[in-house]
């Protein structure tokens, strides 16, 4: 288990011109922390991590494992688990034949090697499968022989590159608490590779957004989701309503901000937001922070249903204020609200954030 840093780490591929796949990124992650570098395709999370693997070497900065530096150490003595998108088992090997390959490569001892195969494979529920072919287990279950064998060799770090994207949402969701379950037993530093923000929300203890490669927040799912840094943040975590609004007034971490239809309300502020009266503020407002209201009272803004989509939990609205459109989030939403109704909506303060363009 080992901290793991990288300090203005860039890396450019000849074949992409100027532009640089990761750029100027520097971020420390704690001894035994599931961190999470969280983006869309191509924002150079992959990159990252095959940085961290080894299997990339920076353009520019170092990468340390604890008081190591590993810039250029070749991926074998790094000393990582990697579990890759696709599992890479190898088809014509049993379970336990894959497991153990990595302690073949390291010339463990047959006996040490079964009982460190039998170990892994209880670890990840798999106990009683050694035998079987690879080809014979669904996708749930090569996914956790891809962990098991990552483990096995005890690694100082666990390496995770999209590992859930192959299974179905019902699977990913049971997986994505089995694994979360296993690094926690394991004590293992990892760091885990996805484009699916529920599942970065839900497993880590820490989230690197990441866009055009450069990371844009570092923070807790908590701090990501309710104060996102910028508008890329609070649009790509959950669903967002980023308002550009005129300043009433201002202090070191409240802002009041005219909403659409003339309501004032003030909304929380990073300190140092610089921002005074008359300037204008992008304000994030999550679907589920805006509640219906009755028509009249002071703060309540007057909106026109333009879509209804009943989710279960929720009712989903797209409403329409002032030729500005905003989802809501209603859990009490009357059972026949239909298009082209008038409501009435009153923002909670407290949850409202102030981000950066």
Partial sequence: MIDVKLSSVSKRFARGGDAAAVDDVSLTIGAGE??????????????????????????????????????????????????FQNYALFPHMTVAQNVAYG???????????ARRVGEALAEVHLDGYGSRRIDAL??????????????????????????????????????????????????TTAIYVTHDQAEAMAMSDRIAVMQSGRVQQIGTPQEVYGKPANAFVAR????????????????????????????????????GHGLSEGDTAWVSARPEHIVLASAEGDGVVQARVTGVE?????????VDVDGNELMVAAVDAP??????????????????WVVKP
């Fill in 310 to 318: 009943f989710t279960g939990m929720a009712t989903h609205l797209t």
């Fill in 138 to 187: 669904s996708g749930g279950q090569q996914q956790r022989v891809a962990l098991a064998r990552a483990l096995v060799i005890r690694p100082r770090l666990l390496l995770l590159d999209e590992p859930l994207s192959n299974l179905d949402a019902k699977l990913r969701e049971e997986t994505r608490m089995e694994i979360r379950r296993i690094q926690r037993e394991a004590g």
């Fill in 236 to 271: 790509f975590i959950g669903r967002s309503n980023v308002l550009s609004l005129p300043v009433v007034s201002a202090e070191a971490q409240r802002v009041a901000v005219r909403l659409p239809g003339g309501a004032t309300v003030a909304a929380g502020a990073p300190e």
């Fill in 34 to 83: 599931f961190f999470t570098l969280l983006g869309p395709s191509g924002c150079g999370k992959t990159t990252t991590l095959r940085m961290v693997a080894g299997f990339y070497f920076p353009t520019a900065g170092h990468i340390h494992f604890g008081e190591q530096d590993v810039t250029r150490l070749a991926p074998n003595k790094r000393d990582t688990g990697m579990v």
């Fill in 335 to 352: 059972s026949n609200v239909a298009i082209g109704d008038r409501a009435g909506l009153r923002f909670n303060a407290d949850r409202l």
């Fill in 103 to 113: 302690l073949r490569v390291r010339r463990v001892s047959r006996a040490e090697s």
